[in-house]
């Protein structure tokens, strides 16, 4: 073996050995998180800090489903990401297909018009869409987290589905047309089923952006009973004697669709690891 | 004959585009129309819904920038006021440079802690799925979860930065209560913001690396080029298009930063923006004047303000970029 080589090797093992130690300090907050979640009350912020519970417990968990209201908040999170999730995938289809594959007076304004809302920064779009939901009676209710919530994602997915419907071959909605299909029944018929990629990684963006939303939440919500995962959470932190073990056993259940999700769908996220970035 | 042909339409015809030549056999315009109807008719309820709930707001919210608006009563047109009251606004000038001080220093960890990560990572060793997904799943964790994970490991007495740097290392001789120190707050969530993002960083440059060409590499390797050398004359200068991309899209999450310090700094102090408004960015300063203050005149007037400064310095990254040869 060459002097270079054996370099090489030591470079190597020193390289690896940093990858994961660099993964152990970047696992390390939710190692911390997990094991809090299953400590009881007076050991949260024990001095030294033990990563394994002693004595573990389930308290946490079982306090935050019956006592925390918190079964409430996982449900109007689910209500508003489930029905939020499926308007925004459907109509952005929708926008997505005309875009892609007809040419029709006002193409270029509209798709431009939804381009430009995309770059805005959302504080811009906040103040006014409050004024508007107060206007409409849609503030402090869950059918106005699911409008703004249908509307946050609606350009980013239209843009990114167009990009599926345009690359499909002609011939295929050519023969549909000679076949007398319309418009309708060539989307629903060819498009969308070849377009299931893309719906896939649209709706799995369009659920994690709601799953996870803050802002608009915490703007409109006055009444405890409306609380979404992420409020209700945030709740259960107290600037004073915080239970810390009930926050983290909340955050995990919150946590949990997520990560189901991620392992599951991995392949997807590199494909939109690109866009949607800039949100938080 | 040009102006003719455009005229005609054969111009556009002739235009090679993949998405037109569906409509192109139309023979009539009344024939057209007919067809395009149900095509009007798909793209109505998506179009409504974002007219009235994103073009409409913002509109809006633009003609409000100009008034007083509150939530009652009548507002007056102001003309430029609200732009001249935030340029001399002492609290708006704090929180732009503590917003440009949060950018820069989470950009630059991100792109040399995503580099370092995506380096690491572009080896061939077993665990190494696993270690990407372990790197990423910040990256999905929600704002909300991360943050209070932070205020629990920055806590003033018992936290584990603190056992860490004061009980255990010895490196700080008394316990620092992390988010409640003007001098340190905004850096301990910048941290957070650091730690988020790298896994995002790393994806982008790994997919970056993977344009470098291995034979180049077997070059220069060939040639005695050290390790350094490579990477510096090899690997950096096809990973140009990908740090201004980076560049860019940092920047503007960066100016974005809201969630974690609304979180973080309520927690801590019971103030969003404290201590001493020492964590108050751009967006938390907005916020608070539009909804606390219930100011969303001058509320909107400050956002337009903040979309003018991220435009102006994506504008710059990109000039600069362009000229340096990166992009």
């Known amino acids: 073996m060459t002097v270079v080589d054996r370099r090489g090797r030591v470079l190597r093992v020193l390289t690896v050995g940093l990858a994961f130690v660099f993964g152990v300090a970047m696992l390390l907050p939710f190692a911390f998180l997990v094991s809090t979640a299953f400590k009881e009350h007076a050991f949260v912020l024990e001095i030294p800090p033990r990563l394994i519970p002693d004595p573990p417990t389930l308290d946490n968990f079982t306090e935050a489903w019956s006592t925390g209201d918190f079964g409430r908040y996982f449900l109007n999170s689910a209500f508003v990401v489930t029905l939020s999730t499926i308007i925004s995938v459907s109509l952005s289809a929708m926008l997505g297909f005309c875009f892609a594959r007809f040419d029709f007076p006002g193409r270029r304004a509209m798709f431009g018009a939804l381009l430009f809302t995309m770059m805005v920064p959302g504080m811009v779009l906040l103040i006014p869409q409050f004024v508007l939901a107060r206007n409409l009676g849609l503030l402090n209710s869950l059918w106005g987290l699911v409008i703004v919530y249908s509307v946050m994602n609606l350009a980013l997915n239209t843009f990114l589905l167009r990009g599926f419907f345009a690359a499909m071959p002609q011939e295929l909605f050519d023969a549909a047309q000679v076949d007398g299909a319309g418009v309708w029944t060539s989307f629903r018929t060819i498009a969308l089923p070849l377009a299931k990629p893309g719906l896939a990684t649209v709706t799995i963006f369009s659920f994690l952006a709601a799953w996870d939303e803050f802002t608009w939440a915490i703007t409109t919500l006055s009444d405890s009973d409306l609380y979404t995962l992420p409020i209700g959470i945030r709740l259960l932190q107290r600037s004073q004697s915080t239970e810390w073990g009930l926050v983290f056993a909340a955050s995990l259940i919150a946590l949990l669709p997520v990560l189901v999700i991620f392992v599951a769908l991995q392949r997807h996220f590199v494909a939109g690891a690109f866009v949607g970035a800039t949100k938080g | ?327």
């Not at chain 2, 455009?6 to 129309?33: D, K, N, Q, T």
């Not at chain 2, 440079?97 to 802690?113: A, D, I």
């Not at chain 2, 603190?162 to 316990?175: R, S």
């Not at chain 2, 990477?231 to 740090?243: A, D, E, G, I, S």
């Open chain 2, 1 to 327: 004959m040009m102006g003719m042909s455009r005229r005609l339409g054969v111009a556009r015809a002739r235009r090679p585009s993949p998405s037109r030549p569906a409509l192109a056999s139309a023979s009539s315009r009344s024939e057209r129309a007919r067809r395009l109807l149900p095509v009007y008719g798909l793209l109505l309820p998506g179009m409504l819904l974002y007219g009235v709930w994103a073009a409409f707001p913002l509109l809006q919210s633009f003609v409000m920038s100009f008034t007083d608006w509150k939530l009652r009563g009548e507002s007056t047109f102001l003309g430029l006021d609200n732009y001249t009251r935030a340029l001399a606004d002492p609290m708006f000038w704090k929180a732009l440079s503590t917003t440009v001080g949060y950018t820069v220093v989470t950009v630059v960890g991100q792109l040399l802690l995503g580099l370092g990560a995506a380096l690491l990572l572009d080896q061939r060793f077993r665990g190494r799925g696993l270690l990407r997904l372990v790197y990423y799943l910040p990256v999905i964790t929600s704002w909300v979860i991360v943050s209070l994970i932070f205020v629990w490991l920055y806590n003033g007495q018992n936290g584990v930065l603190n056992w860490l740097l004061h009980d255990t290392l010895g490196v700080i001789g008394t316990d620092v209560a992390w988010l409640a120190e003007p001098a340190t707050a905004i850096w301990a969530i910048a941290v957070l913001g650091i730690w988020k993002g790298i896994g995002w960083s790393m994806v982008v440059f790994l997919a970056g690396l993977s344009s470098v060409p291995v034979e180049l590499h077997e070059a220069a390797a060939m040639d005695g080029a050290s390790r350094w050398a490579r990477f510096r004359n090899v690997t950096l200068p096809f990973l140009r298009p990908t740090v201004t991309f980076l560049l860019i899209v940092l920047t503007i999450g960066g100016f974005s930063a809201f969630i974690s310090i609304f979180v973080m700094s309520s927690a801590a102090t019971g103030t969003i923006g404290g201590p001493l408004n020492g964590t108050d960015v751009l967006l938390t300063y907005t916020w608070k004047q539009a909804f606390a203050e219930i100011d969303l005149g001058y509320g909107a007037a400050l956002s337009f303000l903040l979309a003018l400064v991220i435009g102006a310095v994506s504008i710059v990254e990109l000039r600069v970029a362009r000229r340096e040869g990166l992009a």
